[in-house]
């Protein structure tokens, strides 16, 4: 059914369609209402200012394009249009962009952002526009760089990639009263909210907001409906940047590892070493397992590297298998390929990495 769904109370939802209102009732409700881009107070979307939402549906490729919030959703799509011959600028608040990154982690993307000619603003603030109504025409933005001066950044247009909320409005939840985490909806381990028979599923039950995330989340509430006995029990949700070269994290990053375990043990491949790699040149990178220094359980792994998405398989399963290093060393990975830098990781971790 396509409409637009308001809940009534517990149990009823009232859908605008084409055809007019349709009421259903139901003993399960799922709320899978996503999240919305966060605007700026000051730079409301529309026109010339666009989400990522709009940047994906342009006609045509901006020969200029300003790109404020310098995370993984502002960097795949700077990346993308520099590619495609926008001149892209990234204006970024923080000290560094991919901030959630570790800063050794994001390094050969800085280098790739270099070489595709992006300029990178950090420490920087948008103030406005520089002349009201000329921005879709090339005009500027005004910008407050790191040493307090001020800046214009040329900007066909300005694509605004500061966050995603929760979408929690507009579809009854007032009716219902949800208890919140923040700006999410609370659930547990079963994705059930705080009233009887309604789950809740995806980026309006908070971070990470994944589709991987949303879709598991969602085949689980299927079967808990259906009556089986199931519970949100994952180890490990990968995520992917999709930025050249791409990022990969499973797991604690190493200063979590530490918090948790106390002392630690990391083992780091480059790319460089690695054979595959190599003929692809694709040499910039590295894959790096970190695990407890006790048990050698392993409790995080990452990398970066061009095509290293791919791996996020073997990482997952690794974590969700609760595998030791001697585990990942000891298995057979084929070659060439750029996975036999995650057991080279092991390996180093174990102290007797075979390239390196
Ligand atoms: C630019 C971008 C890149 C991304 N890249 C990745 C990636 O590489 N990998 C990844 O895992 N994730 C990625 N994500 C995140 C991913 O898209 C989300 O985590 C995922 O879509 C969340 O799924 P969801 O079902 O919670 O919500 P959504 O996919 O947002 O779906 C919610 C749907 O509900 C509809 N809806 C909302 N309210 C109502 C209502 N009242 N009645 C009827 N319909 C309603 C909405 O219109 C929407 O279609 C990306 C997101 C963005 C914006």
Redesign the pocket.
Known sequence: MH????FRDGKTVE?ETETGIQVIRAEAVVI??????VELPFLPFGGPVI???E??ALSEVPKTLAVIGGG??GL??GMAFAKMGSHVTVVEALPRVLAQYDAELTRPVLKRLGELGIEVMTEAKFKGLSTQGQVGKGDALLVETADGKNAKVAADRILV?VG?KP?TE???LEQIDLDRVGKFIRIDDQCRTSMRGIYA?????GE????????AQ?EMVAEIVAGHKRSWDKRAIP????TDPELVTAGLAPEEAKALAGEIKIGQFPFAANGRAMTKQGEDGFVRVIARADNHLVLGIQAVGQGVSELSAAFGLALEMGARLEDIAGTIHAHPTQGEGFQEAALKALGHALHI
């Open positions: 409409g637009w769904a308001t859908v899978a209402t996503g999240s919305a881009p989400s990522s939402t940047a994906l993984y959703i795949e799509l990639t995603r979408l507009g579809w009854g599923i995806g980026d309006v039950t990470p907001m994944l589709a991987h995330r949303a879709m969602g995520a992917i940047c999709f």
